[in-house]
Each structure stands twice: as C-alpha cells, then as structure tokens.
C-alpha cells in the first residue's frame, strides 16, 4: 500500500526538486561570470524569480535568466493539488474514480545564445493518485553538429541509469528517441537522451534515489558541455541556421509535447508552460 | 444530384483559385513598387514559384516572396484527389464510404516588415466527396492598433456578403471570432473577418459567386489597407512588440489551426502547410 508515509514521500520529492532548482541556477549563474566568448562584453546574467498559484491549488517557482550564454533559460519547479476534470482521469493512472492528484516537479529549458551549445531540456516529477510515480528525462537538442557533446551526454546519462538498473538506459533511450520525434517531418528532435515514465518500482527510496541522479547528471553532463562549446566563436550564418533550428523546437512542443498540450488543456500557467519556447525563431 | 456537370465544376473552381492568385500575386508585386517607407532602400520583392506533387494525387502552386513591404508572403493554390484514411472518413461530410475526396483552393498569408500593417490571412476551397461543398474566409491580424484599417475591412466584407445574401456577414463574422480564438490565453486571434465551411445552398453558381466574390474583396480591401498604412515609420519597440505577438500567430498555426493540423497529419506538403508561419519571432 502506498499510503504508508505518503506525506514524508511527498515532502521529501517536493523538497529535492527544489534544491535541485537551486543548485541548477547557481552553476547556471556561474557559468555566465566564465563568459569569454563573443557577447562576453554584456553583462552575466542572473535568474528572476516569478512565484504563481494554481487557482485549483498549489503553485509553483519560475526562474527565468536572459544572459549572455544563456539566452533563454528557465528553471521551474511546481508542487500542484487538485482534481482532474471528467475528461482527463481515464487517461491518467489511479485517476479514474475521483480524480484527485497531487504532483511536484522540476522542468529546465535551455537555449543558449551560442549555435555551438547545445540545447537542453530536463525534467523530472513525482505524481501522486489513487498510484504513485516518479518520470522525467533529459535530452540534448545540438544546433550546430556537437557529436563529442552528444556522445559525452548519453555517457555520463548511461553510468548513471547503469548504477541503478541494467535495463533503463537501452529502455529510456529508446523512448525518448520515440518521444522527441517530429513526425510530420521525419526528423528527430535532437541528439535524445533518456526518457521515462510511471516508474514506481514498489521501492519508493529506489525509484527516488534514480530521479535525483538523473537530475544531478543532467546538470553536472550539460554544465561541463556548455563550458567546453561556449567560446566557440560563431557567425550570422550559424545564428541564422540556429534560429531556424528553433522553429523545430517550436513545432514539437506545440504539436506533440504531452506536457504543454495538458498543461494548456487543463488551464495551468501559460507563462511557465510556454516558458520552453525559443527567444528567437525564424521560418524564412 | 451534384455529378450533373461536376468536371466543370471543378475546372471552374481550381481555374478561379489560380486565376485570383495571378491577381493577388501580380497587386503584391505592384506594391512592393511603391513603397516608400523605411526600407525602401531595399529592392522589390517578387514572388518565386515553387511546385510540388502530391504522392496521393494532384499537387500546387507555392508563390513565395520575401520583399520590402511583404516580409513574408505566400499564395498558394492546390488541387489535389485521392482517398482520405479510415482515420479520416468519420470527420469529413459525404467521406464515410469509400474515403474519395476531391479538393481545390487558394491560402494566402501576409506577414508585412512594418508592425504597422496588419497581418492578413485569406483562403478559399471547394471540396468534392459524394458531397460538395466551398468553404473559406479572411481575416485581419493588426499588431500595432488599426482600427480604422480593420473597420474599412469589416465594411467591405460586409457589402460582399450583403449582396449575396444578408445572413451571410453577421453569421460567418461570428464563425470567425470563434474560431480565430487562442483558449489557452483567453485571447482574439486578430480583428476577426469571416469564415464559413459547409456551404452548398443547392445552388452551385449562387456559392461559387459568392466565394470568388469574398476572395477579389479580400484582394481589393488589403492592398487598399496595405497602402494606407505601409510607409508609416515605426521603431525597434514596434518591431520587438510585433515578433512577440506574432508568437500568438504561431501558437494559433500549431494548436488549433484544423487546416494546418489536418494537413501534417495527413501527410500534406510540410512547406505549403507551414508557409503560414512567421519569418521572424520572439517568445522573450
């Protein structure tokens, strides 16, 4: 039964995700003092906190920094309590009689000013209804061709997936390779990286302990491949071909991504939803 | 019985659809002459053809220009037949049984360099199942304040309609706002037009005057709009304001658009589909 110590669980969950924001934005934050690369003459950049209430409970922390190595970025957190409405509980798990759902969550969007950084994406969540579980992932989209970057990615994502259970990183990489698709042009959304969802193992201190190491590695892999990309010099060329790129990211967080289309079906807030969106995009 | 004279009425309807975009190409080359606003430095812009096959059956017409008044403007025509999916039959009038469709049209998309001419949308179509129906549209997406431009275009839409029959404005201008509506921000698209879909009176000549006469209107009204307001001088405030709301216009495309939604998903061409969206955005 999961009711056992479900309110310590929950704590323990919201708390994590909350550090893990904080120590997020702090490499993030020290990586723009490191700047040496092109716009290295603006100032670093720093985070702006926004907080929000979810009218139907709860709320969350949007951290938002434009810089000068990171263009956009944003380091979310959210701790969310309610009811679904009749048309969502079929397809939600142990939603179907009443509804109720508690959930907490960590969602960072990166989108570098540098065509030659990656672009990254990183989310992980505990949610709780009549089941609980723990999902998320992290992928690398690469403007620019970055296959060290990539490959030292799924390196480091593998040791740790490896750690925990032989199984995941064959499992979760291929989902997320499934997921992050863009099938209305055949292409993938970047150089993937791991996915994955409902993981309750009935061993709650397991499950867990896998969800933070997939946020540390998220963080420690794409802070050290920021900081070896970030003084690459680059041109108008590579700047436009990035700004093109975007559109993809655009069309598959408005078309596909079942994170922005719930949130926006089920009235949560646009701003942290669409917070993902690319700074400037181009469709020449 | 709508087979009697049905191969003339389709040869009618796609020589309409490529006729008006002769027309509408040739006025949008004839502006681009004229502009005498703050890129006129610039050289006119002329429209390039790309055309392309459908693996189904039929194919179309891209006219594509990046010019000085017209950041970004395609008219497109298509006709294109074959069998919609199982999928699909449900969904479309008169499709159920053997899927076969038959369909003509024109789309145009106006996205202009100056924040102070508003953007602009028209399309217009006949489709042939065991049915046969026109269906189509135009509507204004001013970016900085334009009421006196999207009244005139009001007014002219409205005296179209009224001569054909006087039901038509305050029905499909209605139909309009609520389909060019983004739910998820509680927001009009743009200042409305009209739309209107399913529409087969019994009386083939009575729809197919009508239909042409709401594209030469929109032709007429827009030039006319374009010319009042293109050599308005405007700032780096205005241009940042318009990529920002131009996000609005790409969240629309991607979201709820059916046209576009309908087309990736049934493998329509990824360019002609996606020709809608806008050279150059911002979601800061």
Redesign the interface.
């Known amino acids: 039964m999961i009711m056992d110590n479900l309110i310590e669980k929950k704590e323990m969950a919201a708390s994590w995700f909350q550090e893990l924001q904080n120590q997020i934005c702090a490499e993030f934050e020290t990586i723009e003092t490191e700047d040496k690369g092109i716009l290295s003459d603006l100032p670093a950049g720093h985070f702006e906190e926004k907080s929000w209430t979810r009218p139907g409970g709860g709320g969350g922390s949007m951290r938002i920094m434009?810089g000068r190595v990171f263009e956009?970025v944003g380091v979310n957190t959210s701790i969310v309590h309610g009811e679904f409405s009749e048309e969502f509980r079929g397809s939600i798990a142990g939603a179907k009689e009443d509804g109720k759902f508690w959930a907490a969550g960590i969602s960072v969007v990166v989108h570098p000013q540098n065509p030659f950084v990656p672009a990254a994406h990183m989310n992980t969540r505990f949610i709780v209804t009549s089941k609980s579980w723990f999902g998320g992932g992290g992928d690398l989209t690469p403007i620019r061709p970055a296959e060290k970057q990539a490959e030292k990615f799924h390196v480091d994502l593998k040791a740790t997936c490896d750690k925990h259970n032989s199984d995941y990183y064959t499992k979760y990489k291929q989902w997320c390779d499934e997921y992050f698709y863009l099938?209305?042009?055949n292409e993938p959304r970047g150089a993937g990286g791991i996915f994955f969802d409902n993981l309750n193992s009935n061993n709650f201190d397991a499950d867990f302990a896998f969800t933070k190491d997939v946020g540390s590695t998220f963080k420690d892999s794409y802070a050290s491949i920021v900081r070896a990309t970030m003084n690459t010099p680059w041109n108008d060329a590579d700047r436009e071909y990035q700004?093109i790129r975007r559109?993809r990211y655009?069309?598959f967080n408005?078309?596909y991504d079942r994170g922005t289309?719930f949130g926006?079906?089920t009235g949560g807030n646009?701003e942290a939803i669409?917070m993902s969106?690319?700074?400037?995009?181009?469709?020449?």
Chains 1, 2 share one sequence.
């Open positions: 434009n956009k099938k209305h042009r700004e559109g655009v069309e408005l078309l289309l926006l079906k646009i669409l969106l690319p700074p400037r995009v181009r469709w020449p």
